[in-house]
Nanobody, 126 residues
């Protein structure tokens, strides 16, 4: 079983920065890839960024490319999402998710992720 806990969300002015963290706890040692997704009110959950187990592969959506960066520290079981140049349209609940079936991939498909955190709210004000 794998549990994920996100933190780092909050209220920030447009143009500001936040760093989200996703800490994983596992009952057995196994590799996993991680994705960040977000969901705004009335909208479907959308892909933001993903990273494979070794960190050698990453993917970012076009809407956040050049502003957000995903990274990980496996020694701390932690994946980060560094967000800068925040815009009002980035306002959403941000979720991290883990894929244990294809840990070598930075998967962008929400349906391929097996475990999800509870989410952390990011609100960007004008």
């Amino acid at each position: 079983q794998l549990q994920l806990v996100e933190s780092g969300g909050g209220l920030v002015q447009a143009g500001g920065s936040l760093r989200l963290s996703c800490v994983a706890s596992l009952d057995t040692l196994r590799p996993y890839s991680v994705g960040w997704f977000r969901q705004a009110p009335g909208r479907e959950r959308e892909f933001v960024a993903a990273i494979n187990w070794s960190g050698s592969k990453t993917a970012h959506s076009d809407s956040v490319k050049d502003r957000f960066t995903i990274s990980r520290e496996n020694a701390k079981n932690t994946v980060y999402l560094q967000m800068s140049g925040l815009k009002s349209e980035d306002t959403a609940i941000y979720y991290c998710a883990a894929d244990i079936d294809q840990p070598w991939m930075a998967d962008i498909a929400v349906e391929n992720y097996d475990y999800w955190g509870q989410g952390t709210q990011v609100t960007v004000s004008y």
